[in-house]
C-alpha cells in the first residue's frame, strides 16, 4: 500500500548543497570532491524528480579568515546538506597541493571516511546517500560529529594569511594601464614588457 504521508512530505521540497572549498585551481581534494558532487547529482536527479525533490546546490570559494569564520568553515572542501556537514567524523591530512599556491607552512584538507575508508576525496556514493537521507528522513543514519566551532583552524588562517600576501606581492608588480600603453612602442612590446606566465602583468 502507497504511504501517501511520505509522499505528501517530499513534494515540493527543496535539498541544499552547500559545497564550500579553498581552491578549485590547483587542489586536487577540492578539484576531485567537485566532481564527485557533479556525479552524485547525476545519479540521484531522477530519484529526486520522481518523489518531487528540486536541489538548491551552492558552491563557496572561502578566500579569507573572516569570511571562514562567518561560514563556521573549519574543513576544506566542505559539504552540508542542509546545514549538516556530510563528514561522519573529522579527520585531516597534509595537502601538498594547497601548499604550492600558497606557500606559508604546512596546510591541511579534509579526509573523508566512509564505509571503514579513508578518501582524500568526498565518495560519489557517501554524498548519494546524504542526500537520499535527507529526502527519506524517516529512516536517518548516524548523525555526522558535529565539531564545536570555536576559531578558523590555524593551518587554514595560514593559507588564508599565505594567499593574501602573494595577491599583494602581484599587485605591487602591476604597473597603470597609461604606463604599460606608453612604456614602450608597440613592436617593442614582447621585449619591453613582462610576458602573462611571469606573475608580473606591467613593464618589465
Known sequence: MLDTDAVAATAAKTVTV????????????????NANLEAALSEVSQVLAAAGVEVAVTRTLVESEEQA???????????????????????????????????????N?????????????????????????????????????????????????????????QKATEESLCCSAVEQASCCEPTEKASCCSPAHSGRCGCA
Request: proline share 4%.
Open 69 to 107: 569564520r562567518a561560514l563556521r568553515f573549519f574543513s576544506s572542501p566542505t559539504i552540508r546538506v542542509n546545514g549538516k556537514d556530510i563528514a561522519l567524523e573529522f579527520r585531516e591530512s597534509r595537502c601538498e597541493t594547497c601548499e604550492s599556491c600558497a606557500c606559508n607552512g604546512t596546510v
Open 18 to 33: 552547500d559545497f564550500l572549498f579553498i581552491d578549485l585551481e590547483v587542489c586536487t581534494r577540492c578539484l576531485d570532491t
Open 109 to 165: 584538507c579534509r579526509v573523508w571516511v566512509f564505509q571503514g575508508r579513508e578518501y582524500t576525496e568526498a565518495p560519489t556514493a557517501m554524498i548519494v546517500d546524504a542526500i537520499l537521507r535527507e529526502v527519506y528522513a524517516g529512516q536517518p543514519q548516524s548523525a555526522p560529529e558535529q565539531v564545536p566551532f570555536e576559531a578558523v583552524r590555524e593551518n587554514l588562517a595560514r593559507f588564508f594569511a599565505g594567499k593574501a600576501q
